[in-house]
Structures are given as C-alpha cells and as structure tokens.
C-alpha cells in the first residue's frame, strides 16, 4: 500500500530480478518491520477519523455558505463588511460619490461604543477599505475632506468651500480642499 | 466574472511556469519528464517565488503585473531550459498498484477542493481582519502599486507590521482582472490551497509513505477551521500553509539529503516568514531546529539556507524602518527587562491554557492534535530519533515562539487572545501534521543492492 524509497542504490527484493536474492534478514528486522506496520495503521486509522469525523459537518458548512453567499447579489456581496460593522452601508455609498482619488478623508464621529467597536473604529475601518484609493488621516487640519457621521462639521473650526448634507441627517461631507 | 476567473487563471499558470522554470535550479527535477510529473510542486514553488518577488519589487515601486509576470515567466523558463540541457536521467516510475489508495484519498480531498470553489467563487468579505487588514492592504498596493502612506505607514490603518507576500499575490490578481474584486480574490487563497496539496503531494511522497501522506493532507483539508479560516481572507492559514511546506521538505533533508529538499524549504519558509511575522518565528525555529539534530557536517548548510531566507526577509524590515514604522503587536525589547518579564509573567500561563484549549477544539481542527501525538510516538517507537527530535524541537520552539510575543504584547491579554490564538496555532497544526509522514518513512524492508 505504500510508495517505497527512490534511492537508486536500493530496491525492494520484490522487484528484484531472480538472480539477485534477499541478504538473509538479521533478527529483529521483521520486529521493526511489524512495528512499522502498526505504527503506520494506527496514523491512517487516526487521521482517517479525523477526517471522517468532521468531513461530513465540513461538506454541510460548505454547500451552505454557498447557498447563503450565492444568493446575494454582487452589490450586496461588496456591502457585506459594511453592514457586519453596522455602519450604514447606503450612507458608505452616498459618501463615497464625493470622494475623489487622491483625497485624505477625516472621519468625525460620536464617542460611543458598537458591539466591540467605537463608531470612530467602525466608520474608519469601511472608510479606509471601502473609499480606497483615497486614504484616511487622523488630523483634520490634513484632510481635504471631512466625513460627518452623526456629527457636526461645524464642531472643528475648519473652513470648507463646499459641504452637502445626506437629507435631514446627520451626516455631511465638507471638502476642506481638492485633493 | 467569467472573465475575471479567466484572468486569476492566466496569472496562476504564469505563476506555474516561474516554477516549473525554477525545479531545475531548485535540483528538484533534472529532465523534462521530471518537471511535467512535478507540475503541482512547481505550482506550489511558482505561486511562492513570484509571492517573494513580487513583494520584493513593491518595495521599490515595480508592480507585478502582466508584462512583468510574463517576464519572470519567461526567463524562468528559459533559465530552467539551460539547466535541464545537462539533466540526469528521468525518475523510474512505480507500480501504481500500491499508491492506488492513495490515489483514491487525493480524489476525495480534490472533491473537497472542488466544492470549495463553488463557495470561494460567491464569498464575500466578512471577517474583519479580511478586508480591515489584508483586503485594504492588497486593494492598496492594487491602486497605489506600492506601499504608500499613510495606508502602509500611519496609525490610522492596521497591521503595519505584516509583509507584503500575501497582498500582493492577491494584487497581481487585481492587475491581471484590471479591477479590484472583494469575492474572487477568494480563489487566489483556494489557489494556495491547491497548491499545499500538490505540492506536499509532489514533494514528500518519495520520503514518505503515500497512504499516510495522502490521509495526513486529507485530515487537514477536512479540518472545520481549514477552509473555515481559508474564506476569512487573513493570512493564517496561507502561512500555516506556507510553513508547513517548509518544515516538512526541511525534516525530510533532515532524515536525507536528497537533492532539492533544502532548496524547496528555504524557498517556503522565506515565503512563509514574507506572509506574517510570526513566519518569521516559525522559520527560525525550523532552522534552529535542524540546526540541532543534523551532524556538525550538514550545520553550514543550514545556516546558510537560513541566511538566505532571512536576506529575502530583510528588505521588508528595512523598509519598514525607513518609514518609521514600529511594531505594534509585539515588543521584544521587553524580553531584556526582567522586571517587565516578572512583572507579566501571569501573561504566560494564561497564553499556555488559551492556546493548548484551540488546539484541542475538536469542532475547529476535529483530531490533528491525535495525529500529531501519534506520528511522534511512532517515530520514537520505530527509533527514528531525529526526525522525532526535529519534530519536536521545531513545535516546542514554535509555541514558545508564540508565548514570547503574548508576554511581551502592549495588548491586554485578555482581548489579544480572544481575536488572535484561535489562528496563530494554525501553523503548529497543520505542520505538526505533514511532519507526520515524513517521521515514519518506510519499513525496514530486506533490500538487495541493484547490479551495476
């Protein structure tokens, strides 16, 4: 059942030709031989159960991710990060229509605390992932725009030359400047 | 879609031809016959090889793409050509009658790998550290084609620290789709998958037996946290992956230093220290670990194929400090104040319990840790000492290696444990588990030297 050995100098006398007879064995060499045997059994036995233990619940995780997966649609697949961190994923979206490559975004938002994120950790995490190429800083002097999630733009004393409003909401985007 | 599957395709079999060009200089195939019967080794070596390199050439701005990839295609394999012009004779093949079983176990893990893909091609990003940390990283270098700041340098983004291998095998992907995809970049992970398995496959079955090769990598595949973790897009499982190619061509050279074993596991562990930094840790104890058990005769070469690795891991350190970046998981200048080291000494323990429970949860690595257990006890009881002694030192060198960085963490434990031990003990598992074969070789046959 097993592959044998690819030294060249060597070969089992099973393939060996009639003329070439086996060296006598020397005494415990069928010992080993047998232990071998046993050892090997007992790792395919264990690692056979293993795999048949979990194989089955694996196959059935599988076939239903997939169906659970397959069943989103491709906009609703890209949203996913989003809304697993409960940021809303339509204000993400309306966001990032302003956004342009090369901009340095602020993030203002509300101190408090969702699920085991801050909101500030949240709504950076989707923002430095979902608005690439444009990248995220900390100080809001180096912005060229400022993203108000739940928050008051008017709060950093920052000049801006143009600002839009999500609705009534409280969310805005400033732009401090072009990127 | 269709399109951008043909496209992952397209760079997965450039990044074949890289390996199957490198098997002559790695003197893991002599002729041509040997490269087409070690394809999934040089898809395993290709995928590796153009991971370094192309983390490598991020550094100073090259981004790998198609021109550059065809390239590195191309001189591969007229490279590996010129080697082959001078090769050995073709590897004598065996009675398939005897792997039969063998065989038989592949195809169920293929059936797996299979239905695996159905998922990998519809799975979106949902863990956090997926697309917060190594998702963000590999669209990055896909927009920028370089580490740019404040993305790879600043305190607003996360895991600063790690290297650049796995972002950019996705980013190749990106540049090859010309789009940055969220779910397809799930196949570049299925690829490495694939190619852990064609590649221990290939690798070890000449100095291990197949049966207990094949039901090793069938019990890791069939593992709940394998394509669990795989889906999650972080970088665990590949460097489990990774590591686990290494350790194991490394304790086969241990045992016997047959051509290419030292090469290919330099190669992987290079890889594996390039993918997170406790790659890093788990190379070096490898090394240290054959370090150990070999004769004063083979030490040089270890401590060359260490220098190696550790020179394609350079580059990223510099670079790293050249930008002032810090690490920020783990401080190890801490292990030179005993008042720090006695002060948290609670930490370890802790960390101990934390992690030997993953290890033992049955419903995320079902029974490898039995398996490990067994393949050492084997090897004692059959006397393979040092290859036992290898297994040994490297698993106990690497778990410390993970003590170390909880006990030196800036983190509070509790938390630091709760988001990463779950992952970081993947590399101990699935290595532990192909250092298996590889600890029971063959039986003590009657053997008859062949006639000249």
């Known amino acids: 059942l097993y592959a044998l050995p690819t030294d060249r100098r060597w070969i089992p006398s099973s393939w060996s030709s009639s003329s070439a007879r086996p060296a006598a064995a020397p005494r415990g060499r069928s010992q080993v031989g047998l232990l071998w045997w046993v050892a090997t059994a007992t790792i395919t036995t264990v690692a056979l159960l293993s795999a048949v233990s979990s194989g089955g619940k694996l196959w059935r995780g599988l076939n239903h991710a997939d169906r659970v997966y397959g069943a989103l649609s491709p906009a609703e697949r890209q ?21 342009l490559p090369g901009d340095r975004i602020y993030f203002q938002t509300p101190d408090f605390v969702i699920n085991y994120l801050t909101l500030e950790q949240a709504v950076r995490y989707v923002g430095r992932f979902y608005l690439l190429p444009a990248v995220v800083v900390t100080d809001p002097t180096q912005a060229t725009v400022v993203f108000s999630y739940a928050a008051d733009p008017s709060a950093l004393g920052l000049s801006f030359i143009a600002q839009r409003q999500l609705g009534g909401s409280g969310n805005w985007v400033s732009r401090v400047a072009p990127p | 879609v269709t399109l951008r599957i043909v496209a992952i395709c397209a760079a ?3 990044m074949l031809a890289v390996g199957a060009g490198l098997l002559p200089y790695l003197r893991l195939a002599t002729t041509w016959r040997d490269v087409v019967r070690r394809l999934p080794l040089a898809y395993a070596v290709g995928m590796a090889a153009t991971g370094i390199a192309a983390a490598e050439l991020a550094l100073v701005g090259i981004p790998v793409g198609w021109i550059v990839l065809t390239c590195l295609a191309a001189v591969s394999l007229f490279a590996g050509r010129h080697r082959l012009e001078a090769g050995g004779p073709a590897l004598r093949a065996r009675p398939r009658l ?4 063998a065989l038989a176990v592949l195809i169920v893990i293929c059936v797996f790998l299979g239905n695996a893909a159905r998922l990998f091609t519809v799975a979106p990003l949902v863990d956090l550290d997926g697309w917060a940390i190594w998702a963000t990283r590999a669209r990055a270098l896909y927009d920028f084609g370089h580490p740019v700041a404040p993305v790879f340098t600043s305190s607003a983004y996360s895991g600063l620290q790690y290297p650049l291998f796995l972002p950019e095998l996705e980013a190749i992907d990106f540049r090859f789709m010309t789009a940055f995809d969220g779910t397809l970049l799930h196949l570049q992970l299925l690829g490495l998958a694939i ?11 000449p100095h291990a037996p197949s049966l207990v090769l094949a039901v090793a990598l069938l019990a890791i595949v069939t593992a709940p946290a394998f394509f669990g973790q795989l889906q999650t897009a972080s970088a665990d499982v590949p460097l489990a992956m990774l590591i686990s190619l290494g350790v194991a061509a490394l304790a086969a050279w241990v045992r016997t230093p047959a ?6 596991a330099t190669l992987f562990l290079a890889a594996g220290a390039l993918t997170k930094n406790e790659g890093e840790v788990f190379a070096l104890s490898a090394f240290v670990a054959a370090f150990a058990v070999v004769g004063s005769g083979r030490r040089g070469q270890v401590v060359r194929a260490a220098l190696v690795s550790a020179a394609l ?3 990223w350190h510099i670079w ?5 970046v810090t690490g920020t998981s783990f401080d190890l200048s801490r292990l030179l104040d005993p008042g720090y080291l006695v002060g948290h000494w609670h930490r370890v323990g802790t960390a101990v319990n934390e992690l030997m429970s993953h290890i033992w949860t049955e419903s995320a690595w079902s029974r490898l840790p039995v398996v490990i257990c067994a393949g050492l006890v084997s090897a004692v009881v059959l006397r393979r000492f040092q290859a036992a002694a290898f297994a040994s030192a490297w698993l106990s060198l690497s778990f410390a290696g993970l003590l170390l960085v909880y006990w030196t963490s800036p983190f509070p434990l509790g938390s630091d444990l709760y988001n990463s031990a779950d992952r970081t003990i993947d590399t101990l598992l699935i290595g532990g588990v192909l250092l298996v074969p590889v600890l029971v070789p063959f039986a003590a046959r009657p053997a008859v030297a062949v006639p000249a």
């Open chain 2, 313 to 315: 891991a350079v580059p």
């Open chain 2, 12 to 14: 997965n079999a450039l």
């Open chain 2, 195 to 205: 190619a852990f398995v064609g590649g221990a496959w290939t690798l070890l079955r």
């Open chain 2, 98 to 101: 005897r792997t039969l079983p």
């Open chain 2, 320 to 324: 790293l400090a050249a930008h002032h």
């Open chain 2, 259 to 264: 051509a290419g074993l030292l090469p290919a």
């Open chain 1, 79 to 99: 949203r996913l990060p989003i809304d697993n961190t409960t940021v809303q994923s339509r204000v993400m979206d309306w966001f990032a229509r302003y956004v």
